[in-house]
């Protein structure tokens, strides 16, 4: 079994800066996407970034394209989130996910391991 754990989430103002990371568990981590998706109160659960098994291909949100970038550490096991000029309609339960397969993966389906989810509040 795949284990996944976020860490980072925190309380920021507008115009922050947050990293976001995340580790799963397994010797086949780097054969493996991995993805960012984020969940704000009574809404549905989005994409926000995905990076492939070798970090070689990143895709971002356009709400964060610019501000947000996804890297990946395969001798560690972690995925980071970098967030830039942290907005307030950013605030969301952040989760990290493993995907099903080595490629890109924008839609939730595509991923098989979730982590609990980690805060994050911006504050205007």
């Known amino acids: 079994q795949v284990q996944v754990v976020e860490s980072g989430g925190g309380l920021v103002q507008a115009g922050d800066s947050l990293r976001l990371s995340c580790i799963a568990s397994g010797r086949t981590f780097s054969r493996y996407g991995m993805g960012w998706f984020r969940q704000a109160p009574g809404k549905e659960r989005e994409f926000v970034a995905a990076?492939?098994?070798?970090?070689?291909?990143?895709n971002v949100a356009d709400s964060v394209k610019g501000r947000f970038t996804i890297s990946r550490d395969n001798a560690k096991n972690t995925v980071l989130l970098q967030m830039n000029s942290l907005k307030p309609d950013d605030t969301a339960v952040y989760y990290c996910?493993?995907?099903?397969?080595?490629?890109?993966?924008?839609?939730?389906?595509?991923?098989?391991?979730w982590g609990q989810g980690t805060q994050v509040t911006v504050s205007s």
């Open positions: 990076i492939n098994s070798n970090g070689g291909s990143t």
């Open positions: 996910a493993r995907a099903r397969t080595a490629a890109i993966a924008r839609i939730r389906a595509s991923y098989e391991y």
